[in-house]
């Protein structure tokens, strides 16, 4: 398989042909932050914290691919400064009560919001009215929290291939949606993998909760994206 | 220098983000030498009688008495503290923002099942009583607040290494394991 | 109104339950049953196996199409930035009056239904509004009157347009009160024109003799980005793909654009000839013409057009007599968003899903339409075509300026004494412009609609040009009696509104950046706000996905560019200020409770 050689912030690196920034940059020791892209499914760049220079414009890492001879810059100060305003934008934009939610510690938003160390968002909240569906046989549906990545639109279909998850409306109205005849057909397992795919604790499988204990939680001792930098 | 002056409050919180800094254990110690509590629960000092250096607020707003506090504290304080999810979002208490007051007071003192069916059914209206916001405000959407510790509660040594940075001028050390948000 | 499920399945079938023609099964099921209700999207879901909550995504996506009933008579009334400045305000209060109801709901009957919609592309003749599809221009009190007295009497709404507009706006399949307002025409598009001749020309050629003629031409896309035509062209042409496709964007969302609406009415041939080169240029059988919602007026004269230029041999089999050239062109029509005027949400929009813009790459000339590559184009871009394979590339380089070469159609707008159309050479100053259209003594001009730019009096002198003020066509004078900071929030209110909500910055940032506009304009903002204001707006621009967002901080961030002033004044000088106000944070729960706010030092 041909090798494409880049830069990102003056390191070399090698990507295969196809490979998306985010991915080369994983497989290359370097972190880019991602939210909405999800390990098997086909990048949204939804969210937008991926973004890197590439040769002097602002792209989303997650969706762009490697080019030979790419410069991408990175960690600069200027784009993480930028990706904390995205971060600390969801927090406003939803209803993001991290202590009452079964996700905290296992919530890849949060974990984020810890790694750029925000203390408060400089957004003013927007207190956004938003409902909780609880009427599925196996999951619920908190859309105070939903970030809208559409990570579970993407990821979660049945078997002949129809979403089982939509968005609805447009705007700062958009808002996920599940097929009512379609989510209550989901198996314990479709619905775990929901409630996996899911980043924030939008949507929750029903009758388990809080199952691991604080302090060993996802990150609980080290931030997201230690794994990759090395 | 003589020792900086500290003051603390809770408002519509529940006092855990002053437990959580009782549980700094014997650096409590260290902390009486380090710093001088003027008006707070820990001292019971009820008013202000001299400038503080550094307000501490556990809680936001959720009646007219808190707004007047937080006033009170942010005239008497150089510097002021957001402490805890409560005074920085609101926290559980502002689950309420998106339930109309009418319907929150109505559900609290008219529809209640702990209601005893004797009693005459009124919403509270006596003026004494502190009256309840249209929601739960954090702090800075009402006065200046120049730093904010996150966690519910925010962890013992997170509040430690904000109170040493503050009453010292050392750098502030945020050890990963501390800065949580619940 | 017919049964749900004979209406659904009549639909459904009528488009052969093929998936890219959802929109219309759909627009088929409002227009028959006045909405769209959950029943009838679980039907169309189950009768074209799509999940219900796919066909819902649609539904609720497009502003034309409604869940709940929007009356038997369905009024539109236009808010944009200009329709308020012509007396917007008052020609709702006259509709709320007389119908009894307010804007965003339906009368008490369910009769009539009064919304708010954005820019309809009547900019010149506002206030106006779109009922059942007719359009109804400079719209007064008495009018309004007039109408909802018809309306309650169950007349029919074309027969209440009273005296009809110019040219083929009286062309009986039009029949519309809408006027041309042609002001000033120029040698590329209103200049008299032979059908047929553009693709005479360009089939006794090769296909890269056409696109090469394009690229001499130095011919640059006419709907705001400005892409060479020619290299997009070439581009498209040279990707693989089993099939190519051509794509016209009609979708004429910009406020302050409608300059694609009166080619529409008066050179449609000239633009579908175009559209034919360039599908000879990129090899391509079939065009499409996205034909924004709003002017479905226009669909049955243009579906003639059509048939007639096929009759005359310029479109079907052999196309311009030349054997083995294919094409047609068939009509898509909007549902009402303005975010599907960026191509590639028109390609999805097309293809009967919600207008959300793609990730790219790949670009719509690597995979566009059903995933083959397509070329979009604008209508005039396609009408400059025509002409150019006329006069051939050299000519039309001659006119312009060193970027910005040949004519270009200018809709002009707001406080001027000949609001229209003006066919202007490209390089012609501000100054000159205010000067032709009686706008002399602006405040300012917004130039590209509310995506472009805002600029006052020290800009007058600059060329309308891409390198100094580039446009898609809009041009709205602002006297000094308006409000600037009103119309940029206008202008903010339209991209909150037509945001696709696919990313962050764009969905939340807009609205965010909107509120910090009315802290400060309503005297509560500080220094730190203004200069808050300003990162923020950077911060939407560099993260957003698409053009939308790229953009929709510009009424914002070109005004405290240019008119700092009107920020600084509204500014308190305190270093802090929320804008919390107790009394008023406590009148509910007062009220509620039965006891008098007390606020003693407040
Ligand atoms: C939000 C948005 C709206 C747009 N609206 C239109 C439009 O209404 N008409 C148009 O021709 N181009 C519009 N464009 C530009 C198109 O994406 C595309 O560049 C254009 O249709 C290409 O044609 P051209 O090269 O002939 O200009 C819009 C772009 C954006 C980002
Ligand atoms: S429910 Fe979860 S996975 Fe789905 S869009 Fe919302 S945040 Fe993403
Ligand atoms: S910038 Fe706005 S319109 Fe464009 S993709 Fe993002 S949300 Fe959608």
Known sequence: MSELTFFIDNKECKAKKGQTITEAARDNGVYIPTLCDYPGIRPAGTCRICTVKVNGRNMAGCTTPVEEGM?????????????????????????????????????????????????????????????????????????????????????????????????????????????????????????????????????LKREVGFKVPMGKRKYDSAPIGSDIEK | MSKPIVATASLAGCFGCHMSLLDIDDRILQLIDLVEFHKSPVDDIKKFTKMCDVGIIEGGCCNSENVENLRDFRKNCKILVALGECAIMGGLPAMRNDIPVKECLEEAYLGSPTIDPKDPKIIPNDDDIPMILDRVYPLHEIVKIDYFLPGCPPRADLIWEALLTLATGKELNIPYEVFKFD | MGNIAEVVSKAVESYQKDPTRLLDVIRDVQDALGQVSDEAIVQIGHLMNLSKVDVEGVVTFYHFFSKSPVGKYTVYLNNSAVA??????????????????????????????????????????????????????????????????????????????????DGNNQSELVKSMVKNNIRQRGSVLFAPYESGSALRKAVAGTPEDVINEIKNAELRGRGGAGFPTGMKWDFCRRAQGERHYVVCNADEGEPGTFKDRVILTEIPEMLFEGMAVAGYAVGAAEGILYLRAEYMYLKKFLEKVLDDLRKKNILGKNAGGKTGFDFDVKIQMGAGAYICGEES????????????????????????????????????????????????????????????????????????????????????????????????GAQAVVIGGPSGTIVGKEAFGKKVCYQELGTGGSVIVISKKRNLLEIVHNFMEFFIEESCGWCVPCRAGNVIITNKLEKIMAGNGTKTDLAELESWCKIVKGMSRCGLGQTSPNPIATTIANFRSLYEEKLKKVEYETGFDLLKSVQESCKVANRKPKIEGH
């Open chain 1, 71 to 203: 410069i991408v810059e990175n960690k600069t100060a200027e784009l993480e400064d930028m990706r904390k305003a995205i971060i600390e934008m969801l927090f406003v934009e939803g209803n993001h009560m991290c202590p009452t939610c079964e996700k905290s510690g296992n919530c890849d938003l949060q974990a984020l919001g810890y790694r750029y160390t925000m203390m408060v968002p400089r957004f003013p909240y927007l207190w956004p009215s938003r409902e909780i569906d609880a009427s599925m046989p196996k999951i619920v549906i908190d859309k105070n929290r939903c970030i809208q990545c559409l990570r579970c639109v993407r990821g979660i279909t049945t078997a002949d291939g129809k979403h089982i998850f939509g968005t609805l409306h447009r705007g700062d109205k958009t808002r996920i949606s599940a097929d009512p005849e379609l989510v209550a057909a989901m198996t314990d397992e479709q619905a775990q993998k929901a409630m996996d795919i899911c980043p924030v604790g939008a949507i």
């Open chain 3, 84 to 165: 308020v400045m012509m007396g917007r305000g008052a020609i709702a209060k006259a509709f709320e009056k007389e119908v009894g109801c307010s804007f965003g709901s339906l009368s008490e009957d369910g009769k009539i239904g009064l919304y708010d919609t954005s820019c309809i592309g009547m900019n010149d003749q506002e206030p106006a509004a779109i009922i059942n599809g007719v359009v109804f221009t400079n719209l007064t009190e008495k009018r309004v009157k007039e109408l909802v007295t018809g309306m309650k009497a169950g007349r029919n709404v074309s027969d209440m347009v009273k005296d009809l507009g």
């Open chain 3, 345 to 440: 949400a028109l390609i999805q929009s097309a293809e009967g899903k919600r207008g959300e813009p793609r990730n790219r790459p790949p670009f719509p000339v690597q995979r566009g339409y059903g995933g083959y590559p397509t070329t979009v184009n604008n209508v005039e871009t396609l009408c400059a075509v025509s002409r150019i394979m006329v006069e051939g590339g050299k000519w039309f380089a001659s006119m312009g300026t060193v970027q910005s070469r040949g004519m270009k159609l200018l809709s002009v707008s707001g406080d001027c004494d000949k609001p229209g159309i003006y066919e202007v050479e490209w390089g012609i100053t501000l100054e000159q412009l205010l000067k032709t259209v009686g706008g002399s």
